[in-house]
Protein backbone atom coordinates (compact mmCIF):
# COMPACT_ATOMS: atom_id res chain seq x y z
CA UNK A 1 0.00 0.00 0.00
CA UNK A 2 1.72 3.58 -0.90
CA UNK A 3 2.41 6.09 1.79
CA UNK A 4 -0.31 9.56 1.74
CA UNK A 5 1.31 12.89 2.34
CA UNK A 6 -0.85 15.20 2.92
CA UNK A 7 0.07 18.50 2.80
CA UNK A 8 2.57 20.48 0.35
CA UNK A 9 4.53 23.04 2.27
CA UNK A 10 7.88 22.94 3.70
CA UNK A 11 7.10 19.54 5.76
CA UNK A 12 5.48 17.74 3.20
CA UNK A 13 7.44 18.72 0.61
CA UNK A 14 10.53 17.18 2.77
CA UNK A 15 8.36 14.36 3.28
CA UNK A 16 7.94 13.34 -0.30
CA UNK A 17 11.55 13.94 -1.07
CA UNK A 18 13.06 11.30 1.71
CA UNK A 19 10.27 9.22 0.39
CA UNK A 20 11.42 9.56 -2.96
CA UNK A 21 15.23 8.93 -2.00
CA UNK A 22 13.94 5.83 -0.11
CA UNK A 23 11.97 4.28 -3.18
CA UNK A 24 8.60 4.48 -1.72
CA UNK A 25 5.87 4.56 -2.95
CA UNK A 26 3.66 7.85 -1.98
CA UNK A 27 0.78 10.30 -3.34
CA UNK A 28 0.89 13.65 -1.72
CA UNK A 29 -1.74 16.01 -1.90
CA UNK A 30 -2.35 19.78 -1.39
CA UNK A 31 -5.46 21.18 -0.63
CA UNK A 32 -4.16 24.40 -2.66
CA UNK A 33 -0.89 24.61 -4.72
CA UNK A 34 2.42 24.14 -3.63
CA UNK A 35 3.47 26.27 -0.94
CA UNK A 36 -0.09 28.00 -0.44
CA UNK A 37 0.09 28.49 3.32
CA UNK A 38 2.83 29.68 5.64
CA UNK A 39 5.76 28.02 3.13
CA UNK A 40 5.23 30.51 0.99
CA UNK A 41 5.81 33.69 3.15
CA UNK A 42 8.60 35.79 2.76
CA UNK A 43 10.91 35.61 5.79
CA UNK A 44 13.38 32.32 5.70
CA UNK A 45 15.60 32.86 8.92
CA UNK A 46 17.34 29.60 9.26
CA UNK A 47 17.89 30.74 13.31
CA UNK A 48 19.32 28.66 15.86
CA UNK A 49 18.27 28.28 19.71
CA UNK A 50 20.71 30.33 22.24
CA UNK A 51 23.62 28.29 22.88
CA UNK A 52 22.92 28.06 26.74
CA UNK A 53 21.23 25.39 28.66
CA UNK A 54 22.23 22.90 26.16
CA UNK A 55 19.23 19.87 25.57
CA UNK A 56 17.91 17.51 23.43
CA UNK A 57 16.10 20.01 21.46
CA UNK A 58 19.06 22.59 20.93
CA UNK A 59 21.25 19.44 19.84
CA UNK A 60 18.78 18.82 17.36
CA UNK A 61 18.17 22.10 15.79
CA UNK A 62 22.05 22.70 15.52
CA UNK A 63 22.75 19.34 13.65
CA UNK A 64 19.76 19.83 11.54
CA UNK A 65 20.86 23.89 10.58
CA UNK A 66 24.55 22.52 9.82
CA UNK A 67 23.11 19.35 7.79
CA UNK A 68 20.71 21.53 5.55
CA UNK A 69 23.75 23.21 3.96
CA UNK A 70 24.64 19.99 2.38
CA UNK A 71 21.23 18.68 1.53
CA UNK A 72 20.15 21.93 -0.48
CA UNK A 73 23.59 21.67 -1.76
CA UNK A 74 22.41 18.21 -3.60
CA UNK A 75 18.99 19.24 -4.37
CA UNK A 76 20.35 22.63 -6.36
CA UNK A 77 22.93 20.44 -8.08
CA UNK A 78 20.22 18.06 -9.28
CA UNK A 79 17.47 20.20 -10.33
CA UNK A 80 19.92 23.26 -11.37
CA UNK A 81 17.94 25.65 -9.53
CA UNK A 82 18.74 27.47 -6.12
CA UNK A 83 17.10 28.03 -2.89
CA UNK A 84 18.60 31.05 -1.89
CA UNK A 85 20.56 29.43 0.89
CA UNK A 86 23.54 32.02 2.35
CA UNK A 87 25.46 30.97 6.18
CA UNK A 88 25.16 34.61 6.08
CA UNK A 89 25.30 34.94 10.06
CA UNK A 90 23.25 37.02 12.72
CA UNK A 91 23.76 40.63 14.04
CA UNK A 92 21.56 41.01 17.58
CA UNK A 93 22.02 44.41 19.04
CA UNK A 94 22.19 45.10 22.66
CA UNK A 95 19.94 48.30 23.92
CA UNK A 96 20.65 47.11 27.78
CA UNK A 97 23.48 46.62 29.93
CA UNK A 98 22.06 43.57 31.76
CA UNK A 99 22.13 41.92 28.00
CA UNK A 100 25.45 42.27 27.36
CA UNK A 101 27.04 40.32 30.20
CA UNK A 102 24.31 37.51 29.37
CA UNK A 103 25.34 37.16 25.81
CA UNK A 104 28.71 36.74 27.23
CA UNK A 105 27.96 33.71 28.87
CA UNK A 106 26.62 32.62 25.50
CA UNK A 107 29.73 33.32 24.08
CA UNK A 108 31.23 30.72 26.17
CA UNK A 109 28.46 28.49 25.72
CA UNK A 110 28.99 28.76 22.14
CA UNK A 111 32.40 27.68 22.02
CA UNK A 112 31.22 24.41 23.94
CA UNK A 113 27.94 23.71 21.81
CA UNK A 114 28.61 24.66 18.55
CA UNK A 115 30.12 22.37 17.35
CA UNK A 116 30.17 20.05 14.27
CA UNK A 117 33.06 17.99 13.50
CA UNK A 118 35.82 20.18 12.80
CA UNK A 119 33.83 23.33 12.50
CA UNK A 120 33.10 25.42 15.18
CA UNK A 121 30.77 27.91 15.03
CA UNK A 122 30.96 31.28 17.08
CA UNK A 123 28.73 34.28 19.07
CA UNK A 124 31.23 37.04 19.32
CA UNK A 125 30.25 39.92 21.38
CA UNK A 126 31.88 42.90 20.19
CA UNK A 127 31.12 46.93 20.95
CA UNK A 128 29.97 47.85 17.27
CA UNK A 129 28.49 45.75 14.54
CA UNK A 130 30.44 43.19 12.66
CA UNK A 131 29.89 45.10 9.46
CA UNK A 132 29.84 48.93 8.49
CA UNK A 133 27.05 50.53 6.87
CA UNK A 134 24.48 48.23 8.25
CA UNK A 135 22.71 48.42 11.77
CA UNK A 136 22.74 51.50 13.48
CA UNK A 137 25.15 52.06 16.04
CA UNK A 138 22.60 53.35 18.26
CA UNK A 139 20.43 49.97 18.52
CA UNK A 140 23.26 48.44 20.41
CA UNK A 141 23.71 50.49 23.23
CA UNK A 142 25.46 47.77 24.84
CA UNK A 143 27.18 46.34 21.69
CA UNK A 144 26.26 43.31 19.56
CA UNK A 145 26.15 39.67 19.13
CA UNK A 146 27.49 38.22 15.67
CA UNK A 147 26.41 34.56 15.50
CA UNK A 148 27.88 32.37 12.06
CA UNK A 149 25.83 29.41 12.67
CA UNK A 150 22.80 31.78 11.49
CA UNK A 151 21.46 31.36 8.07
CA UNK A 152 18.78 32.24 5.58
CA UNK A 153 16.90 31.04 2.37
CA UNK A 154 14.05 31.72 0.59
CA UNK A 155 10.97 30.49 1.24
CA UNK A 156 9.33 30.15 -2.13
CA UNK A 157 12.50 29.18 -3.93
CA UNK A 158 13.19 26.69 -1.64
CA UNK A 159 9.54 24.98 -2.49
CA UNK A 160 9.87 25.43 -5.92
CA UNK A 161 13.07 23.70 -5.37
CA UNK A 162 11.59 20.83 -3.76
CA UNK A 163 9.22 20.71 -6.31
CA UNK A 164 10.80 21.01 -9.02
CA UNK A 165 12.66 17.16 -7.39
CA UNK A 166 9.62 15.61 -7.35
CA UNK A 167 8.70 16.81 -11.20
CA UNK A 168 11.40 13.85 -12.14
CA UNK A 169 10.12 11.45 -9.44
CA UNK A 170 9.89 8.25 -9.77
CA UNK A 171 8.09 6.87 -7.05
CA UNK A 172 5.62 10.19 -5.93
CA UNK A 173 3.25 11.97 -7.25
CA UNK A 174 1.71 15.36 -6.41
CA UNK A 175 -1.70 16.18 -6.76
CA UNK A 176 -2.83 19.61 -6.14
CA UNK A 177 -6.34 21.14 -5.83
CA UNK A 178 -7.20 18.33 -3.18
CA UNK A 179 -7.69 18.07 0.36
CA UNK A 180 -8.17 15.45 2.82
CA UNK A 181 -11.67 15.46 4.65
CA UNK A 182 -11.38 12.76 6.51
CA UNK A 183 -9.09 9.91 7.57
CA UNK A 184 -9.45 6.09 9.04
CA UNK A 185 -5.78 5.57 9.59
CA UNK A 186 -6.93 1.86 11.18
CA UNK A 187 -8.48 1.17 7.52
CA UNK A 188 -6.18 2.95 5.55
CA UNK A 189 -8.35 4.93 4.23
CA UNK A 190 -8.60 8.94 3.19
CA UNK A 191 -11.74 10.46 1.65
CA UNK A 192 -10.94 13.08 -0.74
CA UNK A 193 -12.37 16.47 -1.65
CA UNK A 194 -13.25 15.14 -5.28
CA UNK A 195 -15.52 12.24 -3.40
CA UNK A 196 -13.09 9.97 -4.04
CA UNK A 197 -11.04 7.14 -1.23
CA UNK A 198 -7.13 6.82 -1.23
CA UNK A 199 -5.70 3.82 0.36
CA UNK A 200 -2.88 3.79 2.15
CA UNK A 201 -0.17 1.66 4.24
CA UNK A 202 0.32 4.66 6.64
CA UNK A 203 -0.62 8.82 6.08
CA UNK A 204 2.22 11.54 7.10
CA UNK A 205 -0.19 14.15 8.12
CA UNK A 206 1.31 17.80 7.53
CA UNK A 207 -0.86 20.23 6.43
CA UNK A 208 0.17 22.93 9.02
CA UNK A 209 -2.83 24.54 11.13
CA UNK A 210 -5.77 22.05 9.52
CA UNK A 211 -3.53 19.09 10.79
CA UNK A 212 -4.28 19.21 14.25
CA UNK A 213 -7.97 18.93 13.62
CA UNK A 214 -7.58 16.42 11.35
CA UNK A 215 -5.25 14.58 13.32
CA UNK A 216 -7.50 14.50 16.57
CA UNK A 217 -10.58 13.06 14.55
CA UNK A 218 -8.63 10.44 13.18
CA UNK A 219 -7.59 9.56 16.57
CA UNK A 220 -10.83 9.72 18.05
CA UNK A 221 -9.75 11.68 20.37
CA UNK A 222 -12.46 14.19 22.29
CA UNK A 223 -13.42 17.20 20.09
CA UNK A 224 -12.04 19.53 22.99
CA UNK A 225 -8.83 18.30 22.61
CA UNK A 226 -6.77 20.91 20.78
CA UNK A 227 -3.49 19.80 19.44
CA UNK A 228 -2.36 23.03 18.43
CA UNK A 229 -3.33 26.18 16.73
CA UNK A 230 -2.92 28.53 13.92
CA UNK A 231 -0.84 31.64 14.91
CA UNK A 232 -1.25 34.49 12.55
CA UNK A 233 2.10 36.31 11.24
CA UNK A 234 2.81 39.44 8.87
CA UNK A 235 5.44 40.28 6.91
CA UNK A 236 6.58 42.37 3.82
CA UNK A 237 9.47 42.46 1.34
CA UNK A 238 11.04 45.49 0.70
CA UNK A 239 13.20 46.33 -3.01
CA UNK A 240 16.63 47.47 -1.09
CA UNK A 241 19.31 46.33 -3.66
CA UNK A 242 20.76 45.29 -0.06
CA UNK A 243 23.93 43.59 -0.58
CA UNK A 244 23.13 39.66 -0.13
CA UNK A 245 26.12 38.98 1.93
CA UNK A 246 24.78 41.02 4.91
CA UNK A 247 23.82 39.54 8.56
CA UNK A 248 20.32 38.70 9.12
CA UNK A 249 19.18 41.06 12.30
CA UNK A 250 17.31 40.00 14.75
CA UNK A 251 15.83 42.35 18.19
CA UNK A 252 12.67 41.28 19.87
CA UNK A 253 11.33 39.46 17.57
CA UNK A 254 12.20 41.64 14.54
CA UNK A 255 13.68 39.76 11.51
CA UNK A 256 15.40 41.76 9.02
CA UNK A 257 16.45 39.48 5.82
CA UNK A 258 18.61 39.93 3.19
CA UNK A 259 17.92 37.94 0.40
CA UNK A 260 20.39 36.87 -2.79
CA UNK A 261 18.17 39.03 -5.22
CA UNK A 262 18.63 42.32 -2.97
CA UNK A 263 15.27 42.54 -1.35
CA UNK A 264 14.87 42.16 2.03
CA UNK A 265 12.33 40.65 4.60
CA UNK A 266 10.28 42.51 7.34
CA UNK A 267 9.15 40.29 9.65
CA UNK A 268 7.23 38.70 11.36
CA UNK A 269 3.92 39.34 14.24
CA UNK A 270 2.79 36.51 16.07
CA UNK A 271 -0.73 36.70 17.13
CA UNK A 272 -2.96 34.66 18.51
CA UNK A 273 -6.10 36.84 18.37
CA UNK A 274 -7.05 37.94 14.48
CA UNK A 275 -10.63 38.17 12.39
CA UNK A 276 -8.64 38.09 9.45
CA UNK A 277 -5.90 35.20 8.44
CA UNK A 278 -4.60 37.28 5.60
CA UNK A 279 -4.62 40.72 5.60
CA UNK A 280 -1.86 42.95 6.83
CA UNK A 281 -2.87 46.71 9.45
CA UNK A 282 -1.16 48.48 11.44
CA UNK A 283 0.93 45.74 13.48
CA UNK A 284 3.04 45.04 10.26
CA UNK A 285 3.77 48.82 9.74
CA UNK A 286 5.06 49.24 13.37
CA UNK A 287 7.29 46.43 12.56
CA UNK A 288 8.49 48.16 9.61
CA UNK A 289 8.75 51.66 11.20
CA UNK A 290 11.16 49.35 13.97
CA UNK A 291 13.22 48.34 10.90
CA UNK A 292 13.84 51.39 9.53
CA UNK A 293 14.99 52.38 12.97
CA UNK A 294 17.79 49.45 13.22
CA UNK A 295 18.40 49.29 9.44
CA UNK A 296 18.17 53.34 8.33
CA UNK A 297 18.78 52.61 4.95
CA UNK A 298 15.66 50.70 4.30
CA UNK A 299 13.33 53.59 4.98
CA UNK A 300 13.96 54.59 1.53
CA UNK A 301 12.79 51.26 -0.54
CA UNK A 302 9.81 50.87 -1.60
CA UNK A 303 7.53 48.55 -0.14
CA UNK A 304 7.09 45.06 -3.26
CA UNK A 305 4.97 42.81 -0.89
CA UNK A 306 2.92 42.75 2.45
CA UNK A 307 1.94 39.02 3.32
CA UNK A 308 -0.26 37.89 6.17
CA UNK A 309 -0.53 34.11 6.62
CA UNK A 310 -0.82 30.93 9.53
CA UNK A 311 1.57 29.06 11.40
CA UNK A 312 1.15 25.59 13.09
CA UNK A 313 1.55 26.06 16.55
CA UNK A 314 1.32 22.70 18.42
CA UNK A 315 0.19 22.43 21.81
CA UNK A 316 3.58 21.43 23.20
CA UNK A 317 5.09 24.17 21.27
CA UNK A 318 7.70 21.80 19.68
CA UNK A 319 7.14 20.06 16.75
CA UNK A 320 5.01 17.20 16.63
CA UNK A 321 5.82 13.66 14.71
CA UNK A 322 5.56 10.42 15.03
CA UNK A 323 2.42 7.84 16.03
CA UNK A 324 0.70 6.86 19.14
CA UNK A 325 0.32 3.34 19.82
CA UNK A 326 -2.95 2.67 18.73
CA UNK A 327 -2.31 4.16 15.52
CA UNK A 328 0.35 3.35 14.44
CA UNK A 329 -0.79 4.10 10.84
CA UNK A 330 -1.27 7.52 11.64
CA UNK A 331 2.01 9.88 11.34
CA UNK A 332 2.25 13.16 12.44
CA UNK A 333 4.57 15.98 10.93
CA UNK A 334 3.62 19.48 12.17
CA UNK A 335 3.62 22.18 14.52
CA UNK A 336 7.07 23.61 13.68
CA UNK A 337 5.99 27.06 14.01
CA UNK A 338 9.03 29.51 13.67
CA UNK A 339 11.89 26.87 13.26
CA UNK A 340 10.14 24.57 10.42
CA UNK A 341 12.46 25.42 7.39
CA UNK A 342 15.57 24.65 9.36
CA UNK A 343 14.70 21.53 10.66
CA UNK A 344 11.71 19.88 8.45
CA UNK A 345 14.39 17.72 6.65
CA UNK A 346 15.38 15.95 9.71
CA UNK A 347 11.34 16.01 11.30
CA UNK A 348 10.82 14.21 7.85
CA UNK A 349 13.82 12.01 8.63
CA UNK A 350 11.92 11.01 11.74
CA UNK A 351 8.80 10.99 10.45
CA UNK A 352 9.61 8.13 7.49
CA UNK A 353 11.48 6.29 9.96
CA UNK A 354 7.99 5.80 11.94
CA UNK A 355 6.97 4.70 8.47
CA UNK A 356 9.22 2.09 7.97
CA UNK A 357 8.82 0.54 11.38
CA UNK A 358 12.03 2.30 13.35
CA UNK A 359 11.54 4.63 15.91
CA UNK A 360 13.11 7.63 15.24
CA UNK A 361 15.72 9.30 17.86
CA UNK A 362 14.39 12.59 18.45
CA UNK A 363 13.52 14.77 21.59
CA UNK A 364 10.55 13.81 23.36
CA UNK A 365 8.94 17.17 23.71
CA UNK A 366 8.67 16.06 19.84
CA UNK A 367 6.88 13.27 19.94
CA UNK A 368 2.72 13.39 19.00
CA UNK A 369 2.31 11.12 22.17
CA UNK A 370 3.30 14.27 24.06
CA UNK A 371 1.50 16.78 22.65
CA UNK A 372 -1.63 14.49 22.81
CA UNK A 373 -1.26 14.17 27.09
CA UNK A 374 -0.57 17.66 27.32
CA UNK A 375 -3.50 18.38 25.20
CA UNK A 376 -5.86 16.12 26.90
CA UNK A 377 -4.56 17.70 30.28
CA UNK A 378 -5.42 20.73 29.38
CA UNK A 379 -8.99 19.83 28.63
CA UNK A 380 -9.50 18.17 31.92
CA UNK A 381 -7.78 21.07 33.46
CA UNK A 382 -10.72 23.56 32.32
CA UNK A 383 -13.19 21.44 32.57
Not at 71 to 83: F, H, N, P, R
Not at 141 to 154: E, H, K, P
Amino acid sequence: MPLLIVGGGIMGLWAAVKAERLGINALLVEAGRLGDGASGGLLGALMPHMPDRWSDKKQFQFDALVALEKEIAELEAETGLSAGYRRCGRIIPLPKPHLRSIAERHERDAGGNWVSGERQFHWHVGDSPSVAGWVDEAAGQAGFVLDTLAARVSPRAMIALLAAFLLKARHVRVAEQCSVLSLDPDGGRAVLSSGNEALFGHVVVANGPASFPLIRDALGLDAGVALGQAVKGQAALLDAAADPAMPVVFLNGLYIVPHEDGTVAIGSTSEDCFSDPCSTDEKLENLLAEAYRVVPSLARAPVLERWAGLRPKAVGRDPMVGSVADHPKLVALSGGFKVSFGIAHFLADAALQVVCGHTPVIPSGFRLQEHVSIASRTLESSD
